[in-house]
């Protein structure tokens, strides 16, 4: 019993940082896009390169990238390493390609915040699961609904 309390708060912790480094990545690239520092060209070169470290990782340790691997990836899924990453890389991208850049930039800054803050107001205070998923609970599921609709009506 104590060696899976040990293991849930370790990955509770891992999913923590997980969701820290999501919101400070993106809104580095957030802050990075409104300033007119990088382009639409410049994150898709970022989308190759990292698709490439990806894939090496699959083979090599890569210093810098094993790190962030090592310390953020989720344990035991076999999957392309730094998955989550590349597709926040590729919504930005198309949604700066699809929408204009009002519309894109609103719906990056719900990329960025929605799902993070949803699962850690949700993880810290909701108890009662989600009939809609399981992995979830009904507060994480309500803050992401009540998000959406301040930003959007902020935004319209």
Do not use: W
């Not at 708060?9 to 580095?28: F, P």
Request: charged fraction near 15%.
């Amino acid at each position: 019993m104590n060696l899976k309390k040990e293991v849930n708060k370790e990955e509770n912790l891992q999913e923590l940082g997980r969701k820290i480094l999501h919101i400070m990545i993106g809104t580095a690239a957030l802050l990075l896009l409104i300033h007119n520092i990088i382009t639409p060209f410049i994150i898709f070169i970022f989308l190759i390169i990292f698709t490439l470290f990806s894939l090496f990782s699959l083979r090599y340790k890569i210093p810098i990238a094993y790190f962030f691997l090592n310390k953020f990836e989720v344990k035991g899924r076999n999957q392309l390493p730094g998955r989550g990453f590349l597709f926040a890389i590729a919504g930005t991208l198309l949604a700066l390609q699809l929408f204009e850049r009002d519309i894109a930039l609103a719906s990056i800054i719900i990329l960025i915040f929605a799902d993070p803050l949803s699962y850690l107001f949700g993880k810290y205070i909701g108890k009662t699961r989600s009939f809609i998923d399981k992995r979830k609970n009904i507060l994480q599921v309500l803050l992401l609904v009540l998000y959406l609709l301040c930003f959007l009506s902020i935004q319209f």
